[in-house]
């Protein structure tokens, strides 16, 4: 199936530092969404993005529906080590409600 | 808000048996539930999108008959993997589209997965 352009796949943090993940798509979304998954478990909701040009931020968190559409990023600020896991973009469709979702980063502490 | 529950979390079966995982929305109604699939270090991919009252929508590649879904109630639904065999292993998320009073988000919450190893 279709999914979308999500980078970077992965990268190593340092506590506290600043992490930027972004995702691109050749379809337009209605809606963007950004999920959290831990390993075993199922993807958490971390920020659900519904206007162009729209910035939400939930706590460290900040995502931005792009303006065209058809492409979302995601800032975490001032990294912790639970932020460790894999971030995933979904782009949701008006009709059905379908999500359509991007690679995965997978986000690693540094040794 | 917006708990989604799954049983069993793991699963070990024998090759040739019938598996049956459950998908509950505790705290909402969802009329329309969706079953994913996820192989290791891999994305989502949606199987099928299940309605209630109604016969399930498969993704293109999916096998209705082998992946049984059944969404008898706005708060269950039912897939079940007929006659598995060890390529069938993976992990199975189902989520349930629903309003969180929590978030204030209409959207798909998901449920924390069901790890099934077919010997």
């Known amino acids: 199936g279709q999914q979308l352009n999500q980078s970077p796949q992965s990268m190593f943090i340092q506590e506290g530092e600043d992490v930027s993940m972004n995702c691109t798509s050749s379809?337009?979304?209605?809606?963007w969404l950004w999920y959290k998954q831990d390993p075993g478990e199922g993807p958490v909701l971390l920020i659900a993005?519904?206007?162009?040009?729209e910035l939400t931020s939930n706590g460290r968190l900040t995502a931005q529906f792009g303006i065209t559409r058809k492409d979302s990023f995601l800032n975490i600020s001032a990294s912790i080590p639970s932020d460790v896991g894999i971030y995933f973009c979904?782009?949701?469709?008006?009709?059905?409600?379908?999500?359509?979702f991007g690679g995965g980063t997978r986000v690693l502490v540094k040794p | 808000g917006a708990v989604v529950s799954q049983h069993p979390s793991w699963v070990i079966c024998k090759s040739g048996t019938s598996v049956k995982i459950e998908c509950r929305s505790l705290?909402?109604?969802?009329?329309?539930m969706f079953w994913y699939r996820q192989f290791p270090k891999q994305s989502l991919m949606l199987m099928a999108t299940?309605?209630?009252?109604?016969?399930?929508?498969?993704e293109q590649g999916v096998e209705k008959d082998k992946f049984l879904i059944n969404h008898a109630s706005l708060t269950l639904s039912t897939l079940t993997v007929t006659s598995a065999h060890p390529e069938d292993s993976s992990f199975y998320i189902c989520?349930?589209?629903?309003?969180?009073?929590?978030?204030?988000?209409?959207?798909?919450?998901f449920g924390p997965g069901t790890r099934l190893t077919v010997l």
């Open positions: 299940s309605n209630e009252g109604s016969k399930a929508t498969y």
């Open positions: 705290d909402f109604q969802a009329t329309t």
């Open positions: 979904a782009g949701q469709s008006a009709a059905g409600n379908k999500l359509t």
């Open positions: 989520s349930a589209h629903g309003t969180s009073g929590g978030l204030g988000t209409d959207t798909q919450y």
């Open positions: 993005l519904y206007k162009a040009g």
């Open positions: 379809s337009i979304f209605n809606t």
